[in-house]
């Protein structure tokens, strides 16, 4: 019986609802927010408040899209998920080599070696420690999804080593794979790479690809077998809607099956619960509508925000 693995346990896909595919509601330090302070995350009250805002709107479901040793905190996306009533998927996995520093274990270990980390936080238990120390400590909170990110150049000898540990991890577990592709670029490259490794395509995400606007490009994206994640909806200012246009695109060529959409929302001033712009909520209300402007309308919506995850983010039935 396929399931999502959720902060709080597994449930049926079809308790999943109306989907952020790709967010991101705790940060409590790294490397990251070292370099861009914005991107700290750790109030537990504002992160209810703000999924609390999204659900009145609709939200039921979030796909926190942090990896490992970037700041995670199993137990407080718990207790997130817990107080807001909005089902919170955390991610194993590992972010680009810029994110850590020069001697991480991430660029020692072998793929095996390293498929046994993210498998372990998937059936296990996230570490409490964010694999940051040489003592691991299983949190009750399991992982859903593993996140790996691509760099522009894909794949680097890294980004060859994480991907192949994503797919084996995935063999193992059943997990589905979330991937950052940099400017939305290499995304044929990496879905050819998990699928040389014998991943499941099925339950393979690639990340920000409506940064780059060209129709053939997601033809062939979405056609591959693996999905796409468009997060880009608010960020275009004063130029054109690139995130609206892909989606008249797919619309009309009949291949909205793969698309999902998130807001990869993870900076303070994103959120209305620290005064920021534009919310999460967006997503599902003032997004939603500009869509329904454009001629997408609730069957397409309901496809993009509730099939297409329910399908991609249950685990592969074994």
Known sequence: MSFVRTVLGDIPPTELGVTDAHDHIVIIGGRAVEMYPDLLLID???????????KVKGLRSVVDAMPGGLGRDPERLAEVSRRSGVNIVAATGLHQARWYEDIHWSHRLSAETMADLFAADVTDGIDRNDYLCPIVERSDVRAGVIKVGGTEHFPTDRDAVVFEAAALAQQRTGVPI?????????GLEQVRLLAD???DLAHVTLSHTDKVVDRGYHRELVQSGANVEYDQAFRWKDAPNG???ILEWLAED????????????SRQGYWRAYGGTPGISYLVDGFA????????GADLRHRIFVDTPAATYAFIDR
């Open 44 to 54: 537990t009250d504002k992160a209810v408040e703000e999924l609390e805002m999204a």
């Open 178 to 186: 979330l991937t950052h592709t940099e400017h939305g670029l290499r």
């Open 197 to 199: 490794h014998g991943a």
């Open 243 to 245: 995130t609206l246009r």
């Open 254 to 265: 009949g291949l909205m099956d793969h698309v999902m959409l998130g807001l990869d929302a």
């Open 289 to 296: 509508r500009e869509m329904n402007e454009r001629g997408i």
